[in-house]
């Protein structure tokens, strides 16, 4: 996240809504990816329509209504159950994040083509119709169990899936990548995708219930990132976008902190890997499981740099 400050000069969060020094309400633009504090309380900014109530939006919603993180959310858990009030704030505000992710890398987002389904299932509401809600995409349509915004039952899941990191914005990132996948992988760019991750045209269901019944290659850590995303050629460029995500996020938090100087365009992998060691060391230092659980092996490096040079392509191409 870039540096963002109150009109006061005061450092703020991403998603406060007033400033602790000077009170003034605080609003994050989307159009400018930064934050505007009033000058005036009451006086001019528009605020998403989601202010002051759940979810709790910090927006601005220039066209009026909702902003255009508010306006993705297709379906919401039910608001009748108290639980789904906190959980709706801690989807929004994740996705929010994602949203930051996507603009701040210069790629398209459009209401039209990318839409949030947030729903329960029977293991967790008994007064849903569904059995089970997976956490997916589908056509522009990524669904994300809204269960997963309880801490409880999402350390549960991590460790029946025996996985190191499990997180909201780590899902949106995820998810994401199967959406920018069909934007950013067209023929020009498809022989070498299929190099790295594989065919995406193998059978998916067939894929993945081999990987539920017999678990990852022996050899994965050498291959890919996470055991996951050995699953499928698809599940392993959509774990590689969500790494690239989080990395090229922590590589802009760092360096607003003056944690590092400002990464050349060629040096990113490097300096994220001095980056994760030391937050590594941070969080160890005070109890906490490691920050990045992760090793970028060189095959998985490579895999990383494709990504950042779609991104890069695209961008360039945009008139
Ligand atoms: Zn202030
Ligand atoms: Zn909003
Ligand atoms: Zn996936």
């Known amino acids: 996240m870039r540096p963002l400050s109150c009109r006061c000069g005061q450092a703020v969060y991403f998603d406060n809504h007033r400033c602790g020094h000077c009170g003034r309400a605080l609003a994050f633009d989307a159009r400018t990816l930064s934050m505007m504090s009033e000058e005036t309380p009451g006086s001019g900014l528009a605020f998403c329509g989601n202010r002051g109530r759940d979810p709790h939006c910090n927006w601005l919603a220039p066209d009026g209504g909702v902003c255009v993180s508010c306006s993705m959310s297709r379906v919401i858990p039910a608001l009748s159950k108290a639980v789904n009030r906190r959980r709706w704030r801690r989807l929004e505000y994740a996705k929010r994040r994602l949203i930051y992710d996507l603009l701040n890398l210069g790629l398209p987002v459009d209401p039209d083509r990318l839409e949030f389904v947030f729903k329960e299932d029977r293991r967790t509401n008994p007064d849903v119709s569904e059995d089970h809600v997976a956490i997916g995409h589908r056509d522009g349509v990524i669904t994300i169990n809204a269960a997963e915004a309880d801490e409880v039952y999402r350390e549960e899941m991590r460790q029946a899936m025996n996985e190191p990191y499990r997180t909201l914005l780590g899902h949106f990132r995820h998810e994401s990548g199967h959406h920018y996948f069909d934007q950013l992988v067209d023929d020009d760019m498809r022989a070498q995708a299929r190099a790295l991750f594989g065919d995406e045209r193998a059978d998916y269901d067939a894929a993945i219930q081999r990987h539920y019944d017999r678990g990852p290659p022996r050899d994965w850590q050498q291959r890919y990132i996470s055991a996951y995303a050995s699953a499928h050629p698809m599940e392993d460029w959509a774990e590689c ?39 590594n060391e941070l969080v160890r230092s005070l109890g906490l499981p490691d920050a990045y659980p992760f090793v970028i092996t060189p095959e998985v490096g490579r895999k990383l740099d494709f990504v950042d040079a779609l991104v890069r392509r695209f961008r360039t191409r945009q008139p």
């Open 241 to 279: 976008w969500a790494h690239y995500l989080h990395i090229q996020a922590a590589l802009e938090s760092a360096v607003a902190m003056g944690w590092q100087p400002p990464v050349p365009s060629g040096d990113w992998r490097e300096s994220f890997v001095t980056l994760a060691i030391g937050l």
